[in-house]
């Protein structure tokens, strides 16, 4: 039974629920270097969180005056990335006993992602958390990618909830840009500190700005079941 009533729980996936964006760093690292960029860094990377995959090879395409095609690049970025995120996918901790918690009390549970479907199924089946969360809703199935809010809507749709039931977890400015689009509450932990102040964190209803090192199951819970619950 779900106890929170007719509150549903929409996740992100790279970077909150699990710690991806190493790999897909090191899947657009990699692929870049095969196509004649050899000075693709960390810090150019983070300019890509929350961005789908697909819109960050066509900005590549663009930036790096690629010959190779959107959908060869993208191509070749996810082959790499589905090697390395069966190698190694790592669900932060607290974010795994939230999913847990939630699920033992009948919430209903949707992953929304900017990664293509073949590669959320493996993320989570790589944590271990693909027998929590059923309902996924790729950037690919949907018009527009985050920041607008066409994942989130559908994940809703999916799930038979109001829009306005719905609580978005987010590492990401523009996801947490798409949550506010959607009419949807949300809890915002960015994956980037530095980007804490950005004015799309300012529309969340729980902003952990120390990200997960400060996120707690508990903590999320309670601020669920607590005055936000009626807001």
């Not at 073949?118 to 059923?134: C, F, K, N, Q, V």
């Not at 994940?155 to 039931?165: N, T, V």
């Not at 400015?173 to 506010?180: E, N």
Request: glycine letters at 10%; proline letters at 4%.
């Amino acid at each position: 039974m779900n106890t929170l009533g007719s509150i549903s729980v929409i996740f992100d996936l790279d970077g909150t629920l699990v710690d991806s964006e190493p790999n897909y760093y090191e899947a657009g690292r990699q692929t870049l270097a095969e196509h004649g960029v050899t000075d693709f860094t960390w810090a150019d990377h983070e300019g890509y969180v929350g961005i789908s995959t697909q819109e960050t090879v066509t900005d590549w395409k663009k930036r790096y005056g690629l010959r190779a095609s959107v959908e060869e690049l993208l191509a070749d970025k996810n082959r790499r990335y589905l090697e390395l995120v069966r190698g190694s996918t790592r669900a932060y901790p607290e974010m795994r006993k939230f999913v847990e918690l939630l699920a033992g009390d009948g919430v209903p549970l949707a992953v929304a992602s900017g990664s293509s479907r073949e590669a959320i199924e493996a993320t989570l089946a790589g944590a271990g958390l693909d027998g929590y969360l059923r309902t996924l809703v790729s950037a690919d199935e949907v018009t527009h990618g985050k920041p607008a809010p066409d994942v989130f809507l559908e994940a809703a749709r999916r799930l038979g909830a109001e829009p306005a039931d719905c609580v978005v977890v987010e590492d990401a400015a523009p996801g947490a840009a798409a949550a506010h689009a959607a009419g949807m509450r949300c809890i915002a932990i960015p994956y980037v500190a530095a980007q804490a102040d950005a004015p799309e964190f300012a529309t969340a209803g729980l902003l952990v700005r120390g990200g997960q090192r400060e996120f707690t199951a508990r903590a999320a819970y309670d601020w669920l079941t607590g005055p936000a619950r009626a807001s």
